[in-house]
């Protein structure tokens, strides 16, 4: 390393990197995100392969017949859930009961720590039933499970119907060697919470639940099954899991394959494939469907009942039938058999998926990018943050604490705030948030009287340095764990992190501070969201809706152990406010 | 059967006229119909003789007993041999207690006469040579999986040794059980499956069930009521059930022929006792038996008083005109709900990550006013490293102190943890037993193969005297005399229950095995080119090279030298 231990040359590099530094911070900038972009460009991805040696192939044979039953069985369900309005739970269990199942309760009950307005529920009360197909000779320590979420109104009742069909179908075949668990949740995904938590015995939420009766071991793998419509035109498949957890990529490339042996079409994010990717619009078609998949992962939500799943190292997807105005229709017992098929190659399984990637980005159903791809985007974007690397400690201090009111407040000061003005729990705890938000941008006046003297030119060099590395840190960080956020925050954050000094023109960069600031994401990422899905909103609609995201990401993480908004409230913002504070340096 | 008898007393004048060879084998089988529309079936097959394989004393000459045990039994000194092989899990819950009761996987536990110096060592060879016998890995017993209980497996023939230091315990919850594990067991029986009952055996219907379990038992017991002489017992088990919707095609009917694919036509020649057994108690009101028998019996199993339909093979008639029989049983009753066993046991793991985890055991005592004592033993490998001080045991919610623990710490890579406790079970009531751990990281030699599959721990067990149903009944609408009603009598009032609890699979932090390569070419490149350098900077002093002297100064410098001045 002659040109680091040499001092003139080492300086020469230095003079040049110094001088050359704002051209290199936009050249990087544009790089990583055109390397981004070109994730989506087919040549450049790479094809799907089973990695898993036990699913190799998909040779077995798929005999499910009586798809028809099924569907009545589901108009049976429909008719008795109307009749209780909820969960016809006697039924269920006389039903599993007779399929020859060992058929089990739970119950389960949770206030929610303000009301959810887009559900309509605050105090939650549910029972899930399960029954569990015992493998003959197997000793009870694998499973495999089939749930079916028991949602208000018309929905899904077919997906019961065949989960039951499945069940009676499944229960005179001899070739299991797991237990399969058939599991119809109440209030879904919070009856899916309880079960998890009931079948771990652990309590991450401060549910109340009943203790589960039976088990059967630990589970392998599990599948979601949505369907509203006795036919339909396609099969979606839904991946991305809380804290965009994601299941193992052979669960996906399990369903592709059979999709495409049974020939039924499959899409992911509701898109389907095209084969022209020399095109702009097939091109575009990519990165629209890419995009989705990175903004739902970044949202940290579980997008489907499979998304609790994965916390407890479970591979689980949700399988969503979908039915548009396409001439093609799929009938249930295909489906039925789409779902034997990938069952009985699950049932073949002797160590749980593990062989092939966790880390991916979907394209399309058929190409993935994996993490050695998509990081260089990442890595592109962070190297900007590098070379602009503890006076500085009061503003630290204090940009936390706004960033812990902005975490406790709009809970604690729900009741008060309804007292005080004319708005609705949910309102309240929103705008108490967009308040303690919008009050911290008043900070850098009040840091500087707690400070001793006056802001030196020294000063605000080692603030930037210290915010730079801990942007640094934590984008780094959370990219590894959710590269989908971690990346979004990047776009905004960088570049604000890169220009801001006090010499800076102040109300012109103010201005841009706040459009790149982690609230005004979330706003453009909803416009964008809605554009992405071809359903874009009015201002005002999607204003409302970004309160309603806001309102959405708190109760994920109090119900399911969210932690995008922790995330975003205990350290992402604080590290924004840092650099609100050196603009305003004095 | 007269021919088979004038044999059996022919046979000994002829090879050895001395002693009359004292040996008996006796077959039989149980069929009950289970509560859940499933059929339980279960074979025992009992070989006596009244020998001494100790005390150096040769034995050469075998006729029932087969020869391979009784080598085996006087080679390492064995005073008592228990070995199950069991495929499926008894689910107490749809099927009540089983006659003989075994874990998953292969269990094997075994005392030792007195005289055995190194028991240890006994023990290896022994397991290596039962491994050979069976054709299963036993082999794969060692230290690590090998416990000695000092309560719970007390002897079962006479003998009053109970020094537990001549007793080993091993499980192997992995252990899958096949054909070729039935065909060397079937080769013990004196007639093969040649004739008797054991033409049943098929293994393509025993392994086309729910459940499957093959013993072997080997004690010593009573010859008489006194005493005086012992004899060896060999009582050989083989227990199935067959699942109603796989192969009975949902309809309630059962026949040997569906079961076994094969009818009797006669009993084992050398057998002096053959006979089936049709548990029949709830008849008629759920099902139906053909051909009808008048021979009636009665017995006390498992603290309940059943009545038994008897098919004595040894008689010709028995077969009927088409001399062959087919038991033929018709099921009525709709599938019944779940029962409540007395005793019922489960256990899981609870948490998830893979860092620390808690082994939860219930325990269900479903009698309505009485408590009983049970004896709970675990045996956890060491790569689970039990936090002893978490252990909890609860009833109804408050602290259930055991009158009695045993705790052996395990040693890694030595010998695994060894608990037994004495709990009081209240009447009524869920008792919740649990422990925390840690997994351990293990070395990378160490993984077995497959290691995403998970590591086995072996089933608890839970050792009981269980109040029988009988004595609660208490207006018995029964035939009985008054005078014999009031006072339980002791048999009946309890009787000895042991419940397997299912193993578990846990998942041990597990390294990717094909990350090695690309972890070595990442840390070499790094060590070489990141830490190299800056090892470089950090440790070299740096100086600013003087421009060279002009010839002036080196000149003066050489006179400078030559002076022993310092330079300029």
């Not at chain 2, 019996?297 to 093979?313: H, I, K, P």
């Not at chain 2, 099921?331 to 005793?343: N, Q």
């Not at chain 2, 055991?361 to 060491?382: A, C, E, G, Q």
């Not at chain 2, 608890?460 to 207006?475: F, G, K, Q, R, Y």
Request: with cysteine; proline share 6%; charged share 15%.
């Amino acid at each position: 390393m002659g040109l680091l231990s040499d001092p003139n040359r080492r300086r020469a590099l230095i003079n040049l990197l110094t001088r050359l530094n704002a051209p290199i911070c936009v050249v990087c900038y544009m790089a990583g995100v055109a390397w981004f972009m070109g994730l989506a460009f087919e040549p450049f991805t790479l094809r799907t392969y089973m990695s898993e040696n036990a699913m190799g192939s998909t040779m077995v044979e798929e005999r499910f017949p009586s798809g028809e039953r099924a569907v009545a069985t589901g108009r049976e369900f429909a008719a008795h859930k109307k009749k209780v309005s909820g969960m016809p739970v006697e039924w269920l269990v006389k039903t599993m009961q007779a399929r020859g199942l060992e058929v089990y309760t739970q119950r389960f009950s949770r206030t929610l720590p303000f009301p959810d307005e887009n559900k309509e529920r605050y105090m939650v009360k549910g029972t899930n039933v399960y029954g569990i197909l015992r493998a003959p000779r197997a000793p009870r320590t694998e499973a495999l499970v089939l749930s079916a979420p028991c949602t208000p109104g018309d929905n899904n009742n077919q997906a019961v119907g065949l989960l039951l069909g499945l069940a009676q179908y499944f229960r005179n075949q001899i070739y299991w060697a797991k237990d399969i668990i058939f599991l119809v949740n109440d209030h879904d995904l919070i009856g899916m919470q309880a079960w998890l938590e009931g079948y771990h015995h652990t309590n991450t939420t401060g549910m109340d639940w009943s203790p589960l009766q039976g088990r059967g071991g630990s589970i392998q793998a599990a599948l979601s099954l949505e369907l509203s419509s006795d036919v339909v035109t396609s099969m979606d498949l839904v991946l991305e899991g809380l804290n965009g957890q994601l299941p193992n990529l052979d669960l996906a490339n399990l369903f592709y394959a059979f999709c495409q042996k049974i020939g039924v079409l499959c899409t992911i994010q509701g898109k389907l494939q095209r084969n022209d990717w020399d095109s702009v619009s097939g091109y575009s078609h990519a990165v629209q469907t890419m995009m989705l998949m990175v903004m739902k992962q970044a949202s940290g939500r579980p997008w489907g009942d499979h998304g609790l799943f994965l916390r407890y190292h479970i591979e689980a997807a949700t399988i969503k039938g979908i039915n548009s105005f396409r001439q093609y229709k799929t009938d249930a017992t295909t489906i039925g058999r789409l779902l034997e098929g990938m069952y009985r190659k699950l049932n073949n399984l002797l160590e749980r998926l593990h062989q092939s990637y966790f880390f991916y980005l979907m394209p399309s159903l058929s190409h993935f990018v994996s993490i050695g791809y998509y990081m260089p985007a990442f890595g592109l974007l962070a190297v900007i943050l590098l070379p602009g690397v503890l006076s500085v400690l009061t503003p630290l201090v204090i940009s936390h604490l706004t960033g812990a009111a902005l975490y406790m407040l709009p809970i604690r000061f729900q009741e008060m705030a309804v007292e005080h003005f004319p708005v609705s729990e949910t309102e309240a705890v929103v705008l108490t948030a967009i308040a303690v938000y919008t009050a911290g941008l008043a900070l850098p006046h009040n840091t500087h009287r707690l400070l001793s003297g006056e802001g030196t030119e020294q000063g605000w060099r080692v603030l930037k340095l210290v915010a730079l590395l801990y942007l640094a840190v934590l984008l780094g960080c959370t990219a590894l764990i959710n590269f989908s956020l971690g990346f979004i925050l990047a776009l905004t954050l960088v570049p604000a992190a890169a220009f801001v000094t006090p010499h800076v023109p102040k109300v012109l960069s103010a201005f841009v501070l706040v459009i790149l600031s982690p609230a005004c994401t979330l706003l453009f990422s909803v416009f964008f969201f809605q554009e992405l899905q071809e359903m874009p909103v009015s201002f005002l609609d999607g204003w409302l809706l970004y309160l309603s995201v806001i309102s959405q990401g708190i109760l994920d993480h109090f119900l399911y152990g969210s932690l995008v908004y922790p995330l975003i409230a205990l350290l992402v913002y604080p590290c924004w406010l840092l650099f609100w504070n050196i603009l305003f340096w004095k | 059967k007269q021919n088979a008898a004038a044999q059996k007393q022919a046979e000994p004048a002829v090879l050895q006229p001395t002693p009359q060879p004292k040996d008996d084998f006796q077959e039989e089988l149980v069929v009950r119909p289970l509560h859940s529309g499933d059929i339980y079936a279960s074979f025992q097959f009992r070989t006596l003789w009244e020998t001494d394989f100790m005390r150096g004393n040769k034995v050469s000459h075998y006729r029932l007993f087969p020869k391979s045990l009784g080598q085996v039994i006087s080679k390492f000194s064995v005073r008592e041999l228990h070995i199950s092989f069991t495929q499926g899990y008894w689910r107490t819950m749809q099927w009540g207690q089983p006659y003989l009761p075994s874990p998953p996987g292969a269990e094997l536990w075994v005392w030792f006469q007195d005289s055995v110096t190194d028991v240890d060592a006994t023990w290896k060879e022994l397991t290596n040579v039962l491994s050979g016998i069976f054709c299963a890995s036993l082999n794969f017993i060692d230290s690590t999986n090998t416990v000695q209980p000092s309560a719970s497996f007390k002897p079962l023939g006479i003998g009053n040794v109970t020094d537990h230091r001549f007793l080993r315990y091993a499980t192997l919850p992995r252990e899958i059980v096949c054909t070729e594990n039935l065909t060397p067991w079937k080769k013990l029986l004196p007639c093969g499956s040649k004739a008797g009952l054991a033409v049943l055996l098929k293994s393509e219907k025993l392994f086309h069930s729910s459940f499957h379990s093959q013993a072997v038992h080997i004690r010593p017991v009573c010859q008489d009521w006194q005493c005086k002489t012992t004899s060896w017992e060999l009582r050989q088990t083989l227990n199935v059930v067959f699942d109603l919707h796989n192969s009975g095609q949902g309809k309630r009917e059962w026949s040997l022929f569906k079961m076994f694919s094969r009818t009797l036509t006669e009993a084992c020649p050398l057998a002096s006792s053959s006979k089936i057994y049709i548990d029949i108690t709830d008849n008629p009101e759920q099902f139906e038996l053909s051909p009808a028998t008048s021979l009636l019996s009665q017995a006390m199993v498992l603290g309940d008083r059943r009545t038994f339909s008897v098919y004595d093979l040894t008689q010709q008639d028995t077969f009927g005109s088409v001399r062959s029989l087919n038991l033929l049983i018709r099921w009525k009753s709709t599938e019944g709900d779940m029962l409540r066993p007395l005793l019922h046991a489960e256990r899981y793991v609870a948490g998830y990550g893979l860092q620390t985890g808690e082994i939860h055991t219930l325990m269900y005592n479903h009698h309505p006013y009485r408590s009983f004592p049970v004896l709970l033993l675990d045996s956890v490998p060491w790569y689970l490293r039990l936090y002893i001080h978490t252990l909890t045991v609860t009833s109804k919610g408050k602290d259930n102190k055991p009158s009695y623990i045993h705790y052996q710490p395990s040693k890694d890579r030595v010998r695994p943890h060894l608990l037994e406790m004495l709990v009081q079970l209240p009447p009524n009531s869920v008792t919740e037993v649990t422990v925390q751990f840690e997994r351990a990281l293990l070395k990378w030699t160490e993984y077995t193969p497959d290691p995403n599959h998970g590591f086995y721990v072996g089933s608890s067990v839970i050792s009981s005297l269980v109040p029988s149903t009988v004595a609660m009944d208490t207006n018995s609408t029964r035939e009985r005399p008054l005078f014999s009603s009031f006072f339980p009598c002791k048999e009946e009032s309890s009787y000895f229950v042991r419940v397997y609890t299912e193993p578990l699979l846990v998942n041990l932090p597990t390294p990717d095995f094909s990350m090695p390569y690309n972890v070595i070419c990442l840390t070499c490149t790094v060590v070489a080119v990141g830490y190299g350098s800056l090892y470089n900077l950090l440790t070299r002093s740096f100086q600013i090279e003087e421009p060279s002297p002009g010839l002036a100064k080196r000149i003066a410098n050489v006179i400078r030298k030559m002076r022993g001045v310092p330079p300029l």
